[in-house]
């Protein structure tokens, strides 16, 4: 069981904007940065964001993480159909000592 | 360019031991810790931990600690994680990721992934 608390779906037409969020507590959103990871269906995952607002190299600007203090979110502008994929945040939670994944959010490009 | 392979796909029964590898290239491999990360079919991501090659020092989430092990071979750049007694539940596919960052004092951060290993265990 997950600390961090995503919604199981999400989903939007091409170019339309889908945010999905992550909802965790002081010892690891509220004080540690955020990653985002892309796994597309069959695949390892991709690391999207880390350090709760950058992208790695090669990653499309049209990600985007933000933070709001135990909660972290994820926006995909101009939604493609290569994006549907399963999403998930994670970060380092300081009480527990783990590095912890969030519960996973299907994308669906309608 | 960073890479991470993984050995083959497994089917084991339970109670039987089983090692499966990580062979890293592209980097200094004694620089980063690489982890392991479990996936049960249709589920989430759990970490389980991950080691540090140049010296071996290991840290475990505490819900495998016990029932893995890791280690390094910095002569091939190759990590391991292996099983004593496997159980059905341990049916997985079962990640190596390196971190993004060198050192050994930083938070885990999962960044370059191998392609992910397989364990099948049914009587």
């Known amino acids: 069981q997950s600390v961090l608390t995503q919604p199981p779906s999400a989903s939007g037409t091409p170019g339309q904007r889908v945010t999905i969020s992550c909802s965790g507590s002081?010892?690891?959103?509220?004080?540690?940065?955020v990653n985002w990871y892309q796994q597309l269906p069959a695949t390892a995952p991709k690391l999207l964001i880390f350090s709760t607002t950058q992208r790695p190299s090669g990653v499309p600007a049209r990600f985007s993480g933000s933070r709001s203090g135990t909660s972290a979110s994820l926006a995909i502008s101009g939604l493609q159909s290569e994006d549907e994929a399963d999403y998930y945040c994670a970060a380092w939670d300081a009480s527990l000592n783990v590095y912890v994944f969030g519960t996973g959010t299907k994308v669906t490009v309608l | 360019e960073v890479q991470l392979v993984q050995s083959g796909a497994e089917v084991k029964k339970p109670g039987e031991s089983l090692k499966i590898s990580c062979k890293a290239s592209g980097y200094s491999f004694t620089n980063y810790w690489v982890g392991w990360v479990r996936q049960v079919p249709g589920k989430g991501l759990e970490w389980m931990g991950s080691v540090y090659p140049r010296d071996s020092d290991t840290r475990y989430s505490p819900s495998f600690q016990g029932q893995v092990t890791f280690s390094a071979d910095k002569s091939i750049n190759t990590v391991y994680l292996q099983w004593s007694s496997l159980k059905a539940s341990d049916t997985a596919t079962y990640f190596c990721?390196?971190?993004?960052?060198?050192?050994?004092?930083?938070?885990?951060?999962?960044?370059?992934w191998g392609q992910g290993t397989l364990v099948t265990v049914s009587s």
């Open positions: 990721a390196r971190d993004f960052y060198d050192g050994r004092l930083l938070p885990a951060l999962p960044a370059h």
């Open positions: 002081t010892s690891n959103i509220g004080s540690n940065p």
